[in-house]
């Protein structure tokens, strides 16, 4: 695949990523499924095991946001070490693709824990646990969200 053809799937994922996320939520698994969908490598039990990281782990927004996550269980998908080979050393390689990843989302949205990017979009933080805080939260991000995981897409696809 040329270098072209490549950033062209790249801006597909974007594009496709934002759309899930706007009409299904939760960052993780549109990240993974985009990826699933683009290039392969991700199958539908990671997709499922990732339901849980969205809005910081648990929707307490204290962890990384669960597009960041999503990107670094599709790098380990490819990159990460196999349960065989759990006595075979720690696999560096896969950790300083996931630094870069963390590294490039911390110098573009200015955070990597869901908290953070709240502020950020938002200028305050959410009780996503409070359906009248969370339908507030929505409104507004508007579509940053959605850009923070189509981001990711797009980043995951041209590391890959």
């Not at 799937?9 to 996320?21: C, D, P, R």
């Not at 590294?103 to 955070?111: A, I, M, P, T, V």
């Amino acid at each position: 695949m040329t270098k072209a053809e490549k950033q062209q799937l790249a801006e597909q994922a974007y594009h496709k990523a934002v759309q899930y996320e706007l009409d299904y939520g939760c960052c993780p698994q549109c990240v993974l499924a985009t990826v699933q969908e683009t290039i392969g490598i991700i199958d539908d039990q990671t997709i499922k095991a990732s339901h849980g990281l969205s809005g910081g782990g648990g929707l307490l927004g204290l962890g990384a946001c669960g597009a960041l996550t999503g990107g670094l269980m599709a790098l380990s998908a490819k990159r990460g070490r196999d349960r065989d080979k759990l006595d075979k050393g720690r696999f560096i390689n896969n950790f300083s693709k996931g630094k870069e990843l963390v590294e490039r989302f911390q110098q573009e949205f200015g955070g990597i824990t869901c908290e953070e990017l709240q502020k950020m979009f938002t200028g305050r933080t959410y009780d996503m646990w409070n359906p009248d805080e969370y339908k507030q939260f929505d409104n507004d991000r508007g579509k940053q969200c959605a850009h923070a995981t189509g981001t990711v897409t797009k980043w995951i696809i041209e590391m890959l």
